[in-house]
């Protein structure tokens, strides 16, 4: 059934794509792109300040590890920021109640580096580990934070209890009892600032709910813009929406209100660790300083998910919306997505999930030295990184503006 409507949506697409006058669907009025093509300009409000600024603004949270006042306030701050970009927000209730994991040792602080050989060394997801990896193991020591001020904000443990999070939907005109949701993780780990796991997905999806909910764009479908917390944990939050939100779907509020306080889910879009691209680890365990040239956004779908076959079609749509309105970095698409938001959602719906490297063979692999570090702080991350993030963005929102039919009045 939902795999009909995406169906449904995307030949819908093609449809409305061949139309010469785009505009018109929504609302019957006259033309409302009579200068051309909504997504173009819709894409042209993203801009490379704003979505540095939006993940600086997170940082000011610390790591916003999941169950501290620090994560309750960056709950509080995106929710304001939500709000005043004129998308209405609510928030989803559940219960945390694990205890704190137990302390590990070995902030990693003298990386070892294997070279893999010719056997098949297999990663997460289906992947296959190759050439120079690095561990991964998540820093959790406070003390490995070298910044006083950091520490310290950084410093109440989590307690197991009532969680929050929050999401808010712009409505579509034509088809409000459908949607597409999309994602990032707000929650951190690491005693750092997670400016890029996750600040760099939260800004990105911030960013899109900002540009979709200006007063003269209207979709023909529904749009959720989602910030999961608990995703550090084992996916719980996502997990909790999932449980408590997938049987409410395209239910009316009151039949006859026009109100789906629930949406069909056309499809999941999750966006975890956008900035860096770095390439394969040295042999001597150390990663290049700079952004590499052939840096990409991958996009990634699960082979062995129930809808596998319509997240792969959903995943190269948005290549091709990568490729015909982003502007510095290409878009590459995988099969073995994993240890996502969206593993929640996949044998529900066509979920894909969009990151700066492959989950399983690259990060995987310790390509990015920051993950789940004390070192993922803004200050880390150059212009080239926070570009990358910025194409990813103007991938999805392409795709989205498309699989949603939008339109900007005049
Ligand atoms: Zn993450």
Redesign the pocket.
Same mark, same amino acid.
């Given at each position: 059934m939902r795999a009909n409507s995406f169906v449904f949506a995307i030949c819908g697409l093609a449809i409305v794509l061949a139309a010469p006058a785009f505009g018109q669907r929504a609302g019957g009025a006259p033309s409302q792109n009579p200068t051309g093509d909504p997504t173009k300009v819709l894409v042209g409000r993203l801009d490379l300040e704003r979505y540095k600024a939006t993940i600086k603004g997170l940082t000011q949270f610390g790591d916003r590890q999941q169950g501290t006042d620090r994560n309750r306030r960056a709950v509080d701050w995106i929710e304001a920021q939500l709000r005043s970009y004129g998308c209405a927000t609510e928030r989803l209730n559940y219960t945390y109640d694990v205890a704190r994991p137990p302390a590990q040792p070995g902030s990693r602080t003298v990386p070892t580096a294997t070279i893999v050989g010719t056997e098949i060394r297999s990663g997460l997801g289906g992947s296959r580990l190759r050439g120079v990896t690095l561990p991964t193991i998540p820093n959790n020591d406070p003390d490995a934070q070298s910044d006083a001020a950091l520490r310290t904000l950084n410093a109440q443990p989590p307690t197991p209890g009532p969680r929050e999070e929050v999401y808010c939907t712009k409505v579509g005109t034509a088809h409000p009892d459908e949607m597409y949701i999309v994602a990032a993780?707000m929650d951190g780990r690491g005693f750092g600032e997670a400016a890029d +796991?996750?600040g760099s997905g939260t800004a990105l999806v911030m960013e899109l709910a900002r540009v979709f909910s200006g007063s003269d764009v209207q979709t023909e479908r529904s749009i959720r813009f989602a910030l999961w917390n608990n995703?550090?944990t084992g996916l719980n939050g996502a997990r909790a929406y999932v449980e408590q939100r997938a049987p409410l779907q395209g239910k009316e509020d009151r039949p006859g209100s026009g109100r789906y306080p629930e949406p069909k889910w056309l499809g999941m879009i999750q966006h +975890?660790?956008m900035l860096w691209d770095h390439g394969m680890p040295r042999p001597d365990g150390t990663v290049s300083p700079e952004q590499r040239p052939e840096a990409d956004v991958n996009i990634e779908f699960q082979a062995s998910a129930k809808f596998a076959d319509q997240a792969m079609r959903l995943a190269f749509f948005f290549r091709d919306a990568n490729e015909k309105y982003a502007a510095d970095y290409p878009a590459a698409v995988g099969n073995h997505m994993s240890n996502t938001d969206s593993s929640n959602f996949m044998d529900l719906v066509p979920a894909i999930s969009l990151r700066e490297n492959e989950r399983g063979m690259q990060i995987g692999a310790g390509w990015n030295p920051h993950y789940h570090q004390a070192t993922d702080r803004y200050a880390a991350y150059s212009d080239k990184d926070f570009r990358l993030g910025l194409n990813a963005a103007q991938t999805s929102l392409a795709a989205i503006a498309q699989l949603a039919g939008a339109s900007v009045r005049k």
């Open positions: 993780h +796991d996750d995703e550090e +975890d660790m």
